[in-house]
Every structure is written in C-alpha cells, then in structure tokens.
C-alpha cells in the first residue's frame, strides 16, 4: 500500500534496490553471473587430436580451456584419459598436466590397430566449473602390435610327473588285479582237476 | 600221501594232536569267550550307534574337528589300522619267502589279524567323510592324480591279497580237519566247500605252491605301494611337517613295525587261552620280538632322519613344528611315544630277565598303543600350525570319535574272535610242510647239533 | 595216517598224479567255461582300465562340462585381482561383504584379513582370498574333480559332487578353504537356492566352501561383493587378456600398474602360478 501512493517513488526505489540486493545475495550465486568476485565462471574446453602425417607416429591431443568471451586460462590441471570398456564403461587416466599460457594441455598419444575414444576433463576449481570433452582416435594405417596379455602359460614341464605318476600306479594296480585273479582262478582249477571223484567222498563220510 | 616222513605212532599222535589243538577256538566256546565276545560286542555297538549320530547331525558336526584340524582322530586311525595290518604281510609273506621255518604256528593269527585290522582300517576313509553316501563317485568320476583315489584303489587291492593269503591255505587245512571229532554240521559242510577236493597230489599241491609264492611275492611291493600312498595324503601337500620326502619309507616301516607287535598280542592271546605253547613256543614269540625290536629300530632311525634334517636348517616353519613336538605343546606326548613306543619295547626285548612272553607282549601292546599316538602326532600338529598368519589351532576328540574309534577296535577283535570260530587257528598243512621240509633237510645234513648249541636255545632257526 | 577225506581211493591216486584219462564232458565244457569267463573278464577289464587310463589325462585338465564355443567365449577374460596394501586399513568391510552377499554362516570367512608383521617393524594388512591358481593344488587333489578350473580361470567349487574329504583344505596353502561342519543358516525371504558351482547359498553342510571370485557377478558385468565393499578403494578385479583392472572408481592398465608397483605374489615359490596380486604396503595412502 504504502509503494503506491503519491509521493512513494523513493520508497520503491529503495524496496527495489533492498530487494535487488537480498535477491543477488539468496539467489543462487552463478545463475547467468559473469562477473568475477564471488561467482564461478564457466569454462569451455575444447579438445582436439592432431595426427601425425607419418603413419603410426604418435599423434597429439590437445585440450584448451577457455572462458565465455574465448580468452584461455592458464594454469589449470587437466586429465586426459582413454575410454575403455571393462565392467561397464571405463576410464583410464594417462596422464596429468597444467594448461599454458594458450590455456592448452598436451599430450601425445600412439594410435593402436583399433579406434578409441580419448577425452579430457578438468576438475573444477573454486573459481571454475568442471569441463570435460572427448573426442575419437581413429585406428592407425599401420598396424601398432598390441601389447602381449599376460596369461601365463601352464605350460607341461613338470606336470609330466603328475601325469606319469598315476599312469604308473594305474598299470601296477592292474597288472596286480589280474595276477590276484589269475592266480586264484588257476589255483582253483588245477586242484578241483586233481580232486577225489565226488561221489566216493559222500560214501565214505556217511 | 606226500605228508610228514615216515610214519610212527608218535608222529601220528603228534599230528593229532596237532589237528585236535588247531580246532580248539572254533570247538571251545567257554564263558570267558562269551563274556568276552559280548562286553567287545556292546563296545562296537556303541560305536556303530555314534556313527549313526555323526550321520544323522551330518558334516561330522559332532566331531572336534575345525577349520584349522581338519583331520586328526579318524585319519589317524586309518592309518594306524591299516598299518596294523601289515603283521600278516610279514609273517605270512616275507618269512615264507625267506624261508623262516619258524612262522609256521602264526601264519594262520598274522593272516586272521591282518584281515580283521584291515576290514575296519578300510571303513575309516568312509567314516572321515563329509558326504560318505556320495563316495561311489570315487567310481564314477575319479581324478587319476588324487591321493586319495590311490588310497582306495591301495586299500582295495591289498585287501584282496589279504583275503587270497588267508583263504589259500585253508583249502588244504579244510580238507585235513573236515573229519575232525565235534565239528557241528555247518563247520563240515564249510570245510567240505573250502577243500575245494584237495587230495594233497603232487599237482595240487604244486598249483597251490605256485599260488602262495605268487601272492607272497605281489604282496610284498603291494605293502610297500599301500602305506606310500596312504603317505602321500599328507606329502602330496605343501604343509611344513606334511611335505617330507621320507614320509613314504616311515609309514611302511612304521606299518609293519606295529603290524608285528599286533600279531604278538593276537599269538599271545589264542596261546594263553587255548593252551597252544607247543606250537606258539618261546621260540617262536622270541623270534617275532626280535623282528619287532629291527623294525623299531628302523622307526627310530627314520624318526631321528626327519628331526635332524628339519632341525639343522631350522626353516621358519619346521621349527615351529619342531618346538612345539619335542618341548613345548606336544612335548608329553611325543616323549611319552619315544619312551614307550620305541625305548622300552627295545629294552624289554634286549634285556634276557624281560625276555619272557609276558615282556614280550608287554613290549607289542605299548608298540601298538604309542604308534597309534605317533600317527596323532604326524596328523594333528602339523595343521594346528596357521598357513599364512595368525593364532595357532588346537583340537579336542569329541566324544563321538572316542566311541567310533573304540568300537572299531573292540570290532577288530570281534573279527578275530568270530572267524576263529570257523578257521582253524594253526596253519596244519603248512606247519607239517615245514615240518618235514626240515626233517629232509636234518637227515640231509648229518647228525643232531651238539648239546651247547641246543642250549643256547635263543637261536632263531631262519 | 590221516589223509585228506581219510578215503582209500586217494592213496591210490597218488600213484598217477595227473587227471584220470577219461574226462567228463560236463567237466571240460564247465572248465572252458571258466576260463573264457576268467579271460574275458580278466580282458574286459584291462579294456576298461585302459580306456579309463586315457581318459585320465583328459579328466585332470577338464574344467567345467561346458560345450567348446561356451568355453571359449568365457576364455575370453581372464579374471585376476590386486589388492594395494598402501591402502588396506584392516577394517574387515571385504570379509562382512562377502559374507552377506553369499548368505554365509556367521563365522565362516571366504576373505581373511590377517595382520602381518613387516621385517621393518611396520605393521600391515594382508586380505587373503582364493588365489585362483593356475596350477591349483586344490584341483589336482580332488578325487571327485569336485573342484575345478572354469575357462575364464575361475577355480569353483561343485558342492554338489564334494565328498568332504578335506583333501583341498590339506592342499591349499593359503588356507582359503573352510569346511561345512554345520547346517547353513536358511536364506534370508525372497532368495532363491542355488547349486551352481559360481554362486552356491545357502553352503551345504559336509562340503567345502571357500571364495567363489564372485564368478557369478563377473560374469553378468559386475563386481564382486570385496571391491564393491572396500571402502579405501583397494581391491581391484582385473583382466588379463584386457590387460586393466579396476576398483570401481580408477581404472589401470594392469600390466603397466603391476610392474610400476613392485606388485608380488603369496607363496611365489611354490609354483602355484596365483592371479591375486599384492602391492606391497602397510596403509601408508590412508588419507
């Protein structure tokens, strides 16, 4: 009531600049602010790979920050990193570095046989906002020879013992079954052979 | 027939004597046999039924076994029973083969108690068992380099050997004693089955010659390949005290060193209560004492390999292992096996004033008891020691492996005690083939030795 | 004197002591009888023995009844785990993870944390789980082949074949192996029972347990119950074949993160060939 009767125009000067005022201070601080002070800034990055013209040479990754207006910002930490997918999708730090005075990183990367996604992502600070881009590598001309895995290889050597050893028991026990048996079944024959016909035994005994 | 030299009356009463006296456990059945037999028999009921506990609460919850002593009182049984079984590989092979025509009155006892020994020692790999319903996979779908598949395998065909060793020479005794005065029905009709018409002719007699030098010659590697394996359950590993190549050469020896002591007690035995010392003599009982005292110190040779070499380079663990059996945890009970198990059975037997029967057989009980301890001492200690770190693990029998492993020790005796109510506890034919082997050999050789050798009377006759 | 039956007619037959001339046609067509029987039987039975024999050396390096395009689809990783002892506090969250996820009795470990007392003084801790060796002592003992190598190097437990003979539990060094003295606790509402060797709840009492490498979520892409419960990040699952590894949050090239950290093995010398590393520490990196 009292804003908009006659006579009121500095009282809605002065509620209009306490409310400005109490409004820059609760509202969330970096809603469309570019002035430095108490806000953080936005950053850009933009991020690029620069292949060698020698085929298989390492090629170059090169991250720029920047602010709005595209000037760069120097002396920020930037992690590049290769995409990999291991038990879902997975991220492979390759190496740490402080943007120059061109708000540039670098790294050079060595293209493999297959393509991959590189990218580069900076943190944030308390004066920035976390930036990050990615960016493909194609896979090279040549082919690089991958790493060998590290499986090991069981390999024979002397397992040939374990192995042998068993095979050396299983003949012993075999051969002794069928001496046992043979023995025994001869044995039995030869004497029922040579034994006293049967029926002079039953007279005798009764 | 081809029997004993020329015939007298004397020799004829001999044997009939002979004939009546091999019949006696399995014609006499007093009250001390039935008392006996009765009190042993409630002993294995026991058992039995502590058996049906431990399956019934299954995963052998009711044992004192745990993570750390996974194996100790039913393992170490296996092993000690079957070891004692190696008494009748001795003396019914290696003795027949080295001609020692002094093992005629025990062949039939060593015989008999391996088999018992050996029938109970074989329930115990089923016994130790988590899942024993499901052992017919060990047919099914076995694994050729498992120690224990070569157990079973071992166990198996020793057992067969065993039996074949045993039944053999019955076919003959069968057919001597068949006419015997007071055998019932069914006695005679077994012997009349087992004689298999045995007339004692000249091709008989050479088949069944060639069978017993057959089995005694396969039995004697068999023993050997049985307690290896049985060995290897424990030296196939990596554990500190387990993974010793002697593990092999001890158990064998350690096997027929309680094998023997085993049939001592048993001849002891039958002697004392059926009145056999005609046959199971001094003589005879001295001589297996002497065995028993070679073996023993055989044990203690291997015992001693095994300390000295773990203890001179003092590894980490065998040290441990070391400290703990001979001063420290273990310390009672290994002392308590060394004097018992291995000094005095030695003492006793070297000593003439303790070289009685009675010492004797006092000498074969504490080998028996003291060994049965041993194979305690090579189980338990060994896994109470932590692999990677940590407290060290420590077991207590439960009262249910207690009565399991009474009762199979009152059923080994059960055994004896009931087939020699059918066999004939003297080997006749064998003990008259020895007999007149070495009434030629005595003609042969010329006139009687002299008095004084006579009475040294401590000469073995091998 | 007394003969065998006591009947005269066998002192007569000791004259001529061979079979009598004429010979029952029974007699020769029962003894032929026996004798084929003894000679097949003896035959069959080194025919069965064999084959039984050959068949040895592929049962030995069997691994599980899986068809060849299976198995080597799953050969296609190579599991394998680093745990960093820079950074393992000793607080026991792998052991009651692992513990929950498989519905374990309550004192049943699969995962041991031991305190270890370094040759410096330093005090560390060491997380013990299956080793998941390439020459498993485990398996080479099993008499039943109740343990065994899955393609993807995974050594699991059948507890539907184990016949509790505690042969692995003798054989492992790394004293992994725990054994089902007790019934299980029954599972929590809503869980299913599972027989399968790469997932087994509840444990059957009389078999053996130990860590399964949580084969079963690795196989459907995740992680195991230790990595995802280590709360200091230090457990990592691996690939050899893919040659990384990772805890969930940062991802090595495993290779490159062995060699650059002095990584080690338990136990190297004895030949069991185990796919655990260890990154020697004594929980420096502890923020």
């Known amino acids: 009531m009292w804003l908009m009767s006659r006579g009121s125009g500095w009282r809605r000067a002065v509620a209009l600049a306490g409310a400005s005022l109490l409004a820059s201070l609760l509202l969330p601080a970096n809603v469309g602010a570019t002035h430095r002070g108490d806000v953080v800034d936005e950053v850009t990055m933009q991020i690029s790979y620069q292949s060698s013209s020698l085929p298989g040479a390492p090629g170059q990754l090169v991250a720029r920050l920047q602010v709005d207006d595209g000037s760069p910002i120097a002396g920020l930490i930037v992690e590049f990193w290769r995409e990999v997918e291991f038990l879902g999708p997975r991220r492979i730090v390759l190496s740490r570095s402080t943007t120059g005075t061109d708000g540039t990183a670098r790294l050079q990367i060595i293209p493999s046989e297959s393509a991959m996604r590189v990218g580069a992502s900076f943190a944030g600070t308390a004066d920035y906002l976390a930036a990050e881009q990615s960016t493909d590598v194609g896979a090279s001309v040549i082919p690089v020879p991958a790493s060998p895995a590290a499986v090991a290889d069981a390999g024979a050597s002397l397992a040939v013992v374990s192995t042998a050893m068993p095979l050396l028991l299983a003949f012993a026990a075999f051969v002794i079954w069928l001496l046992l048996i043979g023995v025994v079944v001869t044995t039995v024959l030869a004497i029922r052979r040579g034994r006293a016909p049967a029926t002079a035994t039953r007279k005798v005994r009764s | ?462 | 004197m007394a003969g065998p039956g006591g009947e005269k007619p066998a002192a007569r037959t000791d004259a001529s002591d061979e079979q009598p001339a004429a010979v029952d046609r029974h007699e020769l067509s029962r003894r032929a009888f026996v004798k084929a029987a003894a000679l097949i039987g003896t035959g069959g039975f080194l025919a069965a023995g064999g084959l039984v024999g050959v068949s040895s050396l592929a049962r030995v390096s069997a691994a599980a009844d899986l068809d060849a395009a299976t198995a080597t689809d799953l050969a296609k990783r190579q599991w394998a785990f680093v745990i960093d002892l820079r950074r393992c506090d000793g607080c026991g969250d792998c052991t009651t993870g692992c513990q929950r996820m498989h519905h374990l009795p309550p004192d049943q470990q699969w995962i041991k944390v031991y305190t270890i007392q370094g040759a410096g003084g330093q005090e560390s801790f060491l997380p013990v789980l299956c080793q998941m060796c390439e020459k498993a002592p485990c398996v080479q003992v099993c008499p039943v082949v109740a343990t065994y190598h899955e393609p993807d190097g995974v050594v699991a437990m059948d507890q539907e074949l184990c016949i509790g003979c505690r042969m692995c539990m003798a054989a492992c060094p790394y004293g992994v192996r725990v054994f089902n003295w007790q019934p299980s606790p029954p599972l929590p509402a809503g869980v299913e029972s599972s027989t399968s060797p790469l997932f087994t709840a509840p444990q059957r009492q009389g078999t053996v347990g130990k860590c399964d490498s949580c084969a079963h979520r690795l196989r459907d892409g995740d992680f195991p119950a230790c990595v995802t419960s280590c709360n200091m990040e230090a457990i990592y699952v691996g690939d050899l074949v893919a040659d990384l590894a990772t805890n969930g949050h940062d991802t090595v090239v495993l290779s490159e993160f062995l060699r650059a950290n002095d990584a080690f093995r338990l136990k190297e010398e004895l030949g069991t060939q185990p796919r655990v590393y260890y990154i020697a520490g004594h929980a420096q990196d502890l923020d």
């Open chain 2, 1 to 462: 027939m081809t029997d004993i030299g020329a015939p007298s009356v004397a020799a004829a009463a001999a044997t009939a004597e002979l004939h009546e006296a091999a019949l006696r456990p399995a014609l006499k059945a007093g009250r001390r046999f039935w008392a006996l037999f009765i009190g042993l028999g409630l002993v294995a009921i026991v058992g039995a039924v502590a058996y049906g506990i431990q399956l019934a609460a299954g995963g052998l919850s009711v044992t004192g076994y745990n993570d750390q002593v996974f194996w100790a009182s039913y393992e170490a049984t296996l092993v000690a029973f079957i070891g004692f079984s190696y008494g009748g590989a001795l003396v019914s092979a290696v003795l027949r083969l080295t001609n020692a025509s002094w093992r005629g009155p025990i062949t039939r006892i060593a015989e008999v108690s391996a088999l018992a020994t050996l029938l109970v020692g074989a329930l115990f790999p089923i016994i130790h068992l988590g899942h024993p319903e499901r052992i017919w996979l060990l047919f099914a779908r076995p694994n050729f380099q498992s120690p224990i598949f070569w157990d079973m395998v071992a166990i198996l065909t020793y057992m067969l050997a065993t039996l074949i060793l045993l039944v053999l020479p019955l076919i003959p005794d069968s057919a001597m004693l068949r006419d015997q005065p007071g055998l019932g029905r069914l006695r005679r009709r077994l012997y009349a089955v087992l004689s298999l018409g045995w007339a004692g002719t000249q091709s008989q007699r050479r088949a069944l010659e060639r069978a017993m030098t057959v089995v005694a010659i396969l039995i004697v590697p068999m023993a050997v390949i049985v307690h290896t394996v049985l060995s290897y359950t424990f030296s196939l590993t990596s554990r500190p005290g387990w993974h010793s190549t002697i593990f092999g050469p001890y158990f064998v020896i350690g096997a027929v060193y309680s094998g023997v002591a085993v049939v001592i007690l048993a001849a002891l035995a039958y002697r004392r209560a059926y009145a056999l010392q005609r046959w199971i003599d001094d003589r005879t009982i001295r001589n297996l004492g002497y065995v028993m005292v070679v073996l023993g110190f055989a044990y203690g040779y291997a015992t001693f390999s095994e300390i000295t070499t773990e203890g001179f380079v003092g590894k980490q663990a065998e040290v441990e292992l070391l400290y703990g059996l001979m001063l420290e945890r273990y310390a009672p009970l290994f002392w308590a096996f060394i004097g018992l198990g291995l000094l005095a059975p030695v003492a006793l037997i070297a000593f003439r004033r303790t070289r009685t029967p009675a010492g004797i057989g006092l000498a074969a009980g504490l080998v028996i008891a003291a060994m049965y301890l041993k194979r305690l001492l090579i189980v338990v200690p060994p896994l109470s020691r932590p692999v990677i770190a940590g407290d060290a693990g420590s077991y207590t029998p439960s009262v249910v492996e207690i009565a399991i492993v009474s009762g199979a020790a009152a059923g080994v005796v059960l055994i004896m005690l009931f087939l020699f109510r059918f066999v004939p506890v003297l080997a006749v034919d064998e003990m008259e083939q020895i007999e007149r082997v070495h009434a030629d050999s005595r003609m042969a050789a010329g006139p009687r030795p002299t008095k004084a050798a006579v009475a040294l009377g401590d000469v073995a006759d091998v």
